[in-house]
């Protein structure tokens, strides 16, 4: 898809249609939509007065002009409500676009105008988080499908805004265009099917990205993880006759040399660390068949970080960063872990595998042990860890816990700028009782009671002394229903929340925090 900006008179801007946001109750005799109102001859007017679009959230209306009426060179319209003006921010922006570009190509339109109407008080954003959205919007999880499938592809997006700076808009449209990329890079990972996302392959697809976009990469094979004493991580793979891969990436700006972290000014080290189980089968303690084949999204955590580090590496902030994915499937056969079986982490600690199916913790124990080898000093980890934090939140927050709360809250703050929510759970130390082991320093999981926050209580023992957070993505990472905005599927979120996070840091200690993205 082509993208372009417009600054310039609306009704120039050769498209086939337009998409125009309009906020609750907003009169047709007022401001931009007078303007627009004039240039339809009344159509806006009559719509409104029809009572057919108050403007709520998500209301559309489609109208064609026709030859020879108005003054429009696009001759279709879609209105789009969004809600209260006062609430119209950086997330319900992008969400007017997606929802305006899924409904266009719906209707076969090609090239669309979009009129997001964020730009008043920051052109940049709002034209970000507009391409951001059309991007993720477009993404559909069809990719293996050969027969009756659509065809139907926007060719080229404008983003207009009357009177904004150009340059601005250009800049915005860029940046969104890298993330909204990233974000659906993600999603694809996700959506393969386990035979074709094995850690192997995932390897590759890191490797790829490396060089394409500059970053350093580094894959740790079997031998390595042996020879660093990665026994926890190592036990998960031992069932698979797939290779296990422990993938690492870095980004260093360019002729630098200092560090970084969250609300840590220039020192140390910030790392992403992501669940890479490429399929779950549960090992030996097998999951049940239902919905078993969703366990091939058990490697999103992973694929966020991929996600991640390569828009980073486009969008180049002044601050080094890590990913690290630690890459596994997860089978049961001859070799496979047994439940009761020991094993002793990279950290020293041993742990009583009472459950092979609580597999995640087990493989990013031994991850942040080595995230911290290569100077972490500050790790957020992400992670499809538990079915419970779906019975707690559902699909629509993500959960997080950790030891950092200064990170907790900026992760949480940085989430909601871009429209993605977070929940924190508590994760008082009485919690840890639960994985005490008779045999061990600890077991694998904590009984039925509180499951998202034991498995975390399960991380913090490798994150004892670091700032910390984990994010059970589990609930979040898959949607299972169309939305206006959205197809089913991989949501890819945790992408956009994790680069907004780093945005903040980097402005922060630039010194003129988080007051930007909140405008659009
Ligand atoms: N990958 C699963 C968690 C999961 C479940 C993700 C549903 C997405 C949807 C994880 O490895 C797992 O199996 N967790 C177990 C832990 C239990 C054995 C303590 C769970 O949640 O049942
Ligand atoms: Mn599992
Ligand atoms: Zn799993």
Redesign the pocket.
């Given at each position: 898809m082509d993208i372009q900006v417009s600054t310039g008179r609306v009704g120039e801007v050769d498209v086939q249609a337009l998409a125009v946001a309009v906020f609750k109750d907003e009169q047709a005799h007022e401001g931009f939509l007078q303007e627009l109102d004039a240039a339809t001859g009344g159509l806006i007017k009559s719509v409104i007065e029809s009572e057919e679009l108050k403007g709520k959230e998500g209301e559309t209306v489609y109208l064609h002009l026709g030859e020879g009426r108005g003054e429009l060179k696009a001759k279709r319209l879609l209105l789009v409500g969004v809600g209260e003006r006062e609430s119209y921010k950086a997330a319900q922006v992008s969400q007017m676009a997606g929802t305006a570009a899924r409904a266009l190509r719906a209707r076969n339109v090609k090239t669309v105008g979009l009129i997001a109407r964020g730009a008043e008080s920051d052109a940049e954003r709002s034209a970000e988080v507009s391409v951001e959205g059309v991007l993720m919007s477009l993404f559909e999880p069809d990719k293996y499908r050969t027969s009756e499938k659509e065809e139907r592809v926007l060719e080229r997006l404008v983003i207009v805004a009357q009177g904004a700076n150009e340059d601005a808009l250009r800049r915005g449209a860029e940046r969104g265009r890298i993330v909204g990329e990233s974000v659906n890079f993600t999603r694809d990972l996700a959506n393969e099917p386990g035979a074709y996302m094995t850690p192997t392959i995932m390897a590759e697809r890191a490797r790829a990205i490396a060089s394409e976009f500059g970053l350093e990469v580094d894959i740790l094979d079997r031998e390595r993880m042996e020879s660093e004493g990665m026994g926890s991580l190592l036990s998960v793979a031992r069932g698979s006759e797939e290779p296990p891969a422990l993938i690492i990436l870095k980004y260093t700006p360019e002729g630098f040399t200092g560090g970084g972290t969250v609300s840590g000014g220039g020192e140390g080290l910030l790392a992403f660390v992501g669940k890479g189980?490429t399929f779950?089968t549960?090992g030996i303690?097998i999951?049940p068949g239902e919905n078993m084949e969703?366990?091939k999204?058990?490697m999103t955590g992973g694929a966020t970080v991929l996600g991640v580090m390569r828009a980073a590496a486009q969008l180049k902030p002044p601050m080094p960063l890590l990913g690290v994915v630690p890459a596994v499937e997860?089978m049961p056969s001859g070799k496979a872990t047994k439940p009761g079986d020991v094993v002793r982490a990279m950290s020293g600690k041993t742990i009583e595998v009472i459950?092979t199916?609580?597999?995640?913790r087990l493989i990013l124990a031994d991850a942040i042990a080595y995230a911290r080898k290569l100077g972490a000093t500050q790790v957020v980890d992400l992670a499809?860890?538990?079915?419970?934090v779906?019975i707690a939140l559902g699909d629509v927050n993500t959960g997080i816990l950790g030891t950092d709360q200064e990170l907790i809250d900026e992760v949480i703050a940085a989430g909601r700028e871009v429209g993605e929510k977070l929940w924190q759970l508590p994760l008082d130390k009485e919690y840890t009782r639960q994985i005490k082991s008779d045999i061990a320093d600890i077991k694998n999981?904590?009984g039925r009671k509180a499951?998202t926050i034991t498995?975390a209580a399960f991380l913090k023992e490798f994150a004892d002394g670091i700032s910390w957070a984990h994010l059970d993505i589990?609930g979040t990472?898959?949607g299972d229903d169309v939305k206006p905005y959205r197809s089913k599927g991989p949501t890819g979120v945790a992408v956009r929340t994790l680069l907004n996070l780093i945005e903040r840091a980097v402005r922060a200690s630039s010194g003129n925090k988080g007051d930007k993205g909140d405008k659009s």
């Open positions: 189980v779950d549960g303690s999951k969703l366990m999204y058990d997860n459950n199916d609580a597999e995640g499809t860890l538990t079915g419970a779906s999981v904590g499951g498995a589990a990472a898959w």
